[in-house]
């Protein structure tokens, strides 16, 4: 039994799949269409420190711009990327930068923000 608003509700007598809701699947790749959307996506992910994180957000920022055009300009096949990208995997550093290129984008290596503040460093987002 849920509460909402002070209310009690009956979760088990609402009979609804989620085709009666209506409900679309959401995917990130739609909505990074500017390369600042896009490395503001991937500063995000890589500020999680969760590798595996990181390298799904540089998939999908991949996909976002077609995973065939920026495999080819990073000099590797389409499904070499997808492979190399593809959860539980031991992506390549070279292939992950040249991925990062191809998307036009750099790495850039900036203090934690508790040490910025320290030393008087700025943080790039």
């Not at 039994?1 to 679309?24: N, R, Y």
């Not at 290129?101 to 700025?122: F, R, T």
Request: hydrophobic share 45%; charged share 25%.
């Amino acid at each position: 039994m849920g509460k909402k608003f002070g209310t009690a509700i009956d979760l088990d007598s609402f009979d609804l799949t989620e085709a009666d809701l209506q409900l679309e699947e959401f995917d990130s790749a739609e909505y990074l269409n500017t390369k600042a959307s896009v490395a503001a996506y991937l500063s995000f992910a890589a500020q999680s420190g969760d590798a595996e994180h990181f390298k799904a957000a540089i998939k999908t920022a991949a996909r976002a711009q077609k995973m065939a055009k920026i495999a080819e300009h990073a000099g590797i096949t389409r499904e070499g990327s997808y492979k190399s990208l593809k959860p539980g995997t031991k992506t390549q550093l070279q292939t992950a930068l040249s991925i990062l290129d191809a998307l036009g984008m750099a790495v850039q290596i900036v203090p934690k923000e508790s040490l910025a503040d320290d030393n008087n460093y700025a943080v790039a987002a």
